[in-house]
């Protein structure tokens, strides 16, 4: 399983970013691929995930407005699209993979998890 995020960069508050979760190596279908986040000194948080199979997400509830998550499964390839961005959500971004019933369990991660490299985003105030 390869999971490659690219994306990141520094973007003035009020920006917007796309990141990209390329994936190769794997049945896409069977798989689920999320997104996810980790700021300084805090807990790794999911952002969203979705299903290859038949496209169901998952989103925090307190990002889901200014966070959309989609697939291209002609690329194999995932995006976060990330809108109105805020000094707080400067973190590493990672991409994983796990279960196609990921965004029914809320994108908990476990053993399972299969994990990119991050990439990273700065939000300037």
């Known amino acids: 399983v390869q999971l490659q995020a690219s994306g990141g960069g520094l973007v003035q508050a009020g920006g917007s970013l796309r990141l990209t979760c390329a994936t190769s190596g794997f049945t896409f279908n069977d798989h689920a691929i999320g997104w996810f986040r980790q700021a300084p000194g805090k807990e790794r948080e999911a952002v969203s995930c979705?299903?290859?199979?038949?496209?169901?997400?998952f989103a925090q509830y307190s990002l889901a407005d200014r966070f959309t998550i989609s697939r291209d499964n002609t690329k194999n390839t995932v995006y976060l699209q990330a809108y109105r961005l805020k000094p707080e959500d400067t973190a590493v971004y990672y991409c994983a993979a796990d279960s196609p019933r990921w965004p029914r369990v809320g994108c908990r991660w476990g053993p399972e998890t299969r994990w990119g490299q991050g990439t990273l985003v700065t939000v300037s105030s």
């Open positions: 979705i299903s290859f199979s038949d496209g169901s997400t």
